[in-house]
């Protein structure tokens, strides 16, 4: 792996300027905004490194570096751990080098370097330094156990069970799945291993373009949206522009032009609207920091591509860092109104989080000449979290109390983990990773999740939350909250309107998942069409594999879910029970509305000495008085018997007709004939013509084929009938 590295002074494409720093967001000059810290100087490590370790009572002096950053986040960490890590690193690795001719002690110590400056504590750090050691040297686990406890034990022995990476196409999947579930037990293990592949692709130089090529696209199409996933902006940003720099030359070079020409400039619109930003919150009484953020690379493509030619504030967004939550809406308020609001832009990060712990208020705000500034307002620990993300966080691994220890019997660690800190995606592809029945399932799933750039939060109908990529359905929705149990799904309500499950989720949204009770309800097939989370679609696969059509059965076409196309069932058709003040006429009652007792009606003549019987509110009625047609008084009788046209609404299931029609006959209705539709995107409409024997069983019956699962709404028909 990283033996094939090489000197960052090599020339190569990968050398893009930014470095991996906070102070970046500085507001220096332009010419100097990406400078940052100085990059580790490898050939003054190495000949510290070849002069051996430092006598026990001292920091050796080629660890300056990684204390200097370390401290400046944990002034009070105890750096004895670092001292003898680097001690037992440099001397196991001594005499090996890098292909650069380097000592390879400095790789070790440029990866810990890296997780210094992002804030990582002493352990994740004292395990960077041996992070090679028991794949390239003769030290074994146990020494490392022996030496330095279990944890870092637990993180070395993480990190090098994904250092025996191939990363040829055939042994991709498997790799991933393993450096997945090493993530997932301590996400430490995959800052560390992301901080070694940005140090390796810093330093690619002089590798073949071809292989070049092929770790820049595994660098692209994995570990930068795991980067992403896991909140570590300022390391995911660099790799993309060092992956921009080998996949993409020529558009590489021009962005590089268009930010030198930019540097270049006399004026900075940046500058001068971060200093009325400056004055307005100072004129507030707003305790603030006010910051010229530079857009990366890749950033800088992006909105050119998006815009076209760039203006001067284009090329950077300006971050006001604050200390409460409660300054960030302060600093909001401020700035629209003394300022001109792109109301458009603005976005609430902090009431609703990204998924990967990302916290901010997104506006901009535009000059007379026409410039627009982006502006990102966020506390202090939002920043760093923003920058370091899941590293920001610290050891989510708190040692027990000892009550606890005393408890358990001091117990040793077993490697059994619990991250409070694991972000819900990363919970979600652990679950699915299990249940994929190939390596080629879980890759292509994975590579498809990965590429979600965005999550959308939706909320349950108990006030719970679920995190699903944009784009996902109610089908995804079910999964997320169900599991396999969302095989039973029937239907569901958005935001309290009744919705297919092939209904796409917007961000915000509240979802009611429409569950049934029959124990053989199944998945329809069609649901893959729908499915974008690998939860969904494993678990659908799953079913279909283990439930295989039989030959000539249903397709995704005609799914297992679709019930009977047409039953019609006919019965006697008694006497209306309605009474018309015409002498001789043939009372018959309107299919349209369906009138029963105790409904208000009125009547019409038509051709043949008939009356048709229709309840007041039905709109063939209005179209009737309109036309000049004459009313006909009409009563209800004695007799309650009467005759009502029921369409039940629902979702399309196996077994429904016959659940359905079981209801009507347990209330003792009558069914004078039966009509079910063929299915429209799972939905299916029935119409029952039912005879009663008293009219008051009406709502009963209603409220009970209403009870059925699948059955969303039942009503009397209201057909748009012509006058009769």
């Known amino acids: 792996m990283s033996a094939e590295a090489t000197n960052p002074a090599t020339p190569g494409p990968a050398t893009p300027s930014p470095k991996l720093s906070g102070s970046r967001e500085q507001g220096a000059p332009p010419a100097h905004r990406r400078k940052g810290l100085p990059r580790i100087d490898l050939r003054r490590l190495g000949r510290a490194a070849l002069l051996g370790p430092a006598a026990r009572d001292r920091l050796p002096d080629a660890i300056g570096h990684v204390v200097e950053a370390h401290r400046a986040h944990h002034p009070d960490a105890d750096l004895e751990p670092l001292r003898r890590a680097y001690v037992l690193a440099e001397s196991s690795h001594r005499g090996q080098m890098r292909k650069s001719g380097e000592p390879y002690i400095t790789h070790p110590l440029a990866v810990t370097l890296i997780l210094a400056e992002l804030g990582a504590e002493t352990t994740t750090l004292t395990a960077s330094l041996l992070h090679d050691t028991v794949e390239d040297t003769e030290v074994t686990l146990d020494q490392v156990r022996e030496e330095f406890g279990d944890e870092v034990c637990y993180l070395v022995d993480g990190v090098t069970k994904l250092e025996k990476v191939d990363y040829g196409a055939a042994a991709e999947p498997e790799t991933f799945r393993k450096m997945l579930v090493a993530t997932g037990n301590d996400v430490r293990v995959m800052s560390i291993k992301l901080a070694d592949r940005l140090h390796n692709m810093r330093t690619l130089g002089v590798m073949r373009p071809e292989k070049q090529a092929r770790i820049a696209k595994v660098t692209r199409d994995v570990l930068i949206p795991l980067a992403e996933r896991l909140g570590v902006q300022a390391l995911k940003t660099e790799l993309e522009d060092l992956v921009f720099a080998i996949l993409h030359p020529e558009e590489y070079e021009h962005t590089r032009e268009l930010i030198a020409d930019n540097a270049a400039r006399g004026d900075d619109p940046l500058a001068e609207i971060a200093e009325e930003v400056r004055a307005v919150l100072r004129d507030a009484g707003i305790q603030a920091e006010v910051l010229i953020r530079p857009r990366h690379f890749v950033s800088v493509h992006r909105v050119s591509r998006k815009r076209g030619p760039l203006r001067g504030a284009d090329f950077g967004r300006l971050l006001v860092l604050v200390n409460e939550d409660a300054d960030c809406y302060g600093v909001l308020g401020e700035l629209h109104t003394c300022l001109t609001p792109v109301v458009s832009e603005f976005k609430d990060f902090i009431a609703v989080p990204k998924f990967n712990l990302y916290q901010s208020l997104h506006t901009a705000v535009a000059r007379g000449g026409g410039e627009v500034a982006e502006v990102l307002i966020r506390t202090h620990q939002m920043h760093k979290v923003a920058e370091a993300g899941v590293i920001a966080l610290g050891n989510p691994y708190a040692p027990p109390s000892e009550e606890q220890a005393d408890g358990d019997g001091g117990r040793p660690f077993d490697g059994e983990r619990a991250d409070p800190?694991?972000?819900?995606?990363?919970?979600?592809?652990?679950?699915?990773?299990?249940?994929?029945?190939?390596?080629?399932?879980?890759?292509?799933?994975?590579?498809?999740?990965?590429?979600?750039?965005?999550?959308?939060?939706?909320?349950?109908?108990?006030?719970?939350?679920?995190?699903?990529?944009?784009?996902?359905?109610?089908?995804?929705?079910?999964?997320?909250?169900?599991?396999?149990?969302?095989?039973?799904?029937?239907?569901?309500?958005?935001?309290?309107?009744?919705?297919?499950?092939?209904?796409?989720?917007?961000?915000?949204?509240?979802?009611?998942?429409?569950?049934?009770?029959?124990?053989?309800?199944?998945?329809?097939?069609?649901?893959?069409?729908?499915?974008?989370?690998?939860?969904?679609?494993?678990?659908?696969?799953?079913?279909?594999?283990?439930?295989?059509?039989?030959?000539?059965?249903?397709?995704?076409?005609?799914?297992?879910?679709?019930?009977?196309?047409?039953?019609?069932?006919?019965?006697?058709?008694?006497?209306?029970?309605?009474?018309?003040?015409?002498?001789?006429?043939t009372v018959r009652l309107a299919g349209c509305c369906t009138p029963v007792p105790p409904d208000e009606v009125t009547g019409f003549a038509v051709r043949g000495g008939v009356v048709t019987v229709h309840r007041v509110e039905c709109a063939g009625v209005a179209r009737m008085k309109s036309g000049g047609r004459p009313e006909v008084g009409v009563r209800w009788g004695d007799s309650t018997e009467c005759r009502v046209t029921l369409v039940a609404e629902s979702f399309g299931r196996p077994h429904l007709l016959a659940d359905l029609t079981e209801v009507i006959a347990l209330e003792g209705v009558a069914i004078v004939s039966a009509t079910v539709e063929p299915p429209s995107q799972q939905r299916v409409r029935h119409t029952y013509t039912l005879q009663l024997s008293d009219a008051a069983h009406l709502p009963g019956l209603m409220r009970a084929m209403r009870n059925v699962p699948g059955v969303y709404d039942v009503s009397r028909a209201q057909h748009q009938a012509a006058a009769q």
């Open 421 to 585: 800190t694991r972000p819900g995606w990363l919970s979600r592809l652990l679950d699915w990773q299990e249940g994929a029945p190939d390596p080629d399932t879980f890759w292509s799933t994975l590579r498809e999740d990965l590429a979600q750039d965005r999550e959308i939060t939706v909320f349950r109908a108990d006030g719970g939350a679920l995190g699903l990529p944009e784009g996902a359905s109610c089908v995804d929705a079910a999964y997320a909250q169900y599991g396999e149990d969302a095989h039973a799904c029937i239907g569901a309500r958005v935001n309290g309107r009744l919705a297919t499950l092939s209904t796409v989720l917007q961000d915000g949204d509240t979802v009611q998942l429409l569950m049934g009770q029959d124990p053989a309800s199944e998945p329809s097939r069609e649901w893959l069409e729908h499915a974008h989370t690998p939860a969904a679609r494993i678990a659908i696969q799953r079913w279909m594999a283990a439930h295989p059509s039989p030959s000539g059965a249903e397709t995704p076409e005609a799914p297992a879910a679709t019930p009977r196309p047409t039953v019609d069932v006919r019965a006697a058709r008694p006497a209306a029970n309605a009474v018309v003040d015409q002498p001789g006429a």
